[in-house]
């Protein structure tokens, strides 16, 4: 099935430091969100994004809804340990289909 | 948002046999969506599930492989037919919720086909 391309793949970062990661696609969306999903459970929403331009913030995770339509960016702010996880962005297509990015695996030393 | 149950969390189980997921929403919704992630790998849309019609599905999946059904606007299950071993997965249900502004998924179904 169709996937956004999201990138980094993988992340190693040192607690306090900021993290940055972003989502492109061919294709238009609506709607953007980002997912975190920790092991042994579903995705859980972080932030969803509704026009295009929108800048939207959720405690230290900040996330913006590109001007094309056609791309994300997720940023975390200060890392802790508990960041630690996977983290998809998805876009709502027209038939209200969620199409999900490959994922960036987040992993905070101490 | 929606609060999602699914049922089992995991199962192994023998290649050539079947296994159904359930997944129980403790508020009536219009869609529900099954989605297979393999390992190590994102999230895939198995088919959309509607109340009173036929699961429309996704390419590459088909309906005697993965039979849907979706007795009420809370309820639905998947069934994963003729299992093999490239079957196992986690398996997760999903709603939209919040007038369609949000998506709510189910802790998912780790399934092992040995």
């Known amino acids: 099935g169709q996937q956004l391309n999201q990138s980094p793949q993988s992340m190693f970062i040192q607690e306090g430091e900021d993290v940055s990661m972003n989502c492109t696609s061919s294709s238009i969306f609506n709607t953007w969100l980002w997912y975190k999903q920790d092991p042994g459970e579903g995705p859980v929403l972080l932030i969803a994004?509704?026009?295009?331009?929108e800048l939207t913030s959720n405690g230290r995770l900040t996330a913006q809804f590109g001007i094309t339509r056609k791309d994300s960016f997720l940023n975390i702010s200060a890392s802790i340990p508990s960041d630690v996880g996977i983290y998809f962005c998805?876009?709502?297509?027209?038939?209200?289909?969620?199409?999900f990015g490959t994922g960036t695996r987040l992993q905070v030393f101490p | 948002s929606a609060v999602i149950s699914q049922k089992p969390s995991r199962d192994i189980c023998q290649r050539g046999t079947s296994l159904t997921i359930q997944c129980q929403v403790d508020s009536q919704v219009t869609m529900m969506f099954w989605y297979r992630q393999q390992p190590g790998q994102s999230l895939t849309l198995i088919a959309t599930a509607n109340q009173g019609s036929e699961a429309t599905y996704e390419s590459g999946f088909v309906i005697d492989k993965f039979p849907i059904s979706r007795p009420n606007l809370t309820f639905s299950t998947l069934t994963v037919s003729n299992m093999s071993p490239e079957d196992s997965s986690i398996y997760l249900c999903?709603?939209?919720?919040?007038?369609?502004?949000?998506?709510?998924f189910g802790s998912g179904t780790r399934l092992t086909v040995v």
């Open positions: 994004l509704y026009k295009a331009g």
């Open positions: 999903s709603v939209n919720t919040d007038r369609g502004r949000g998506y709510t």
């Open positions: 998805a876009g709502r297509s027209v038939t209200d289909k969620l199409i």
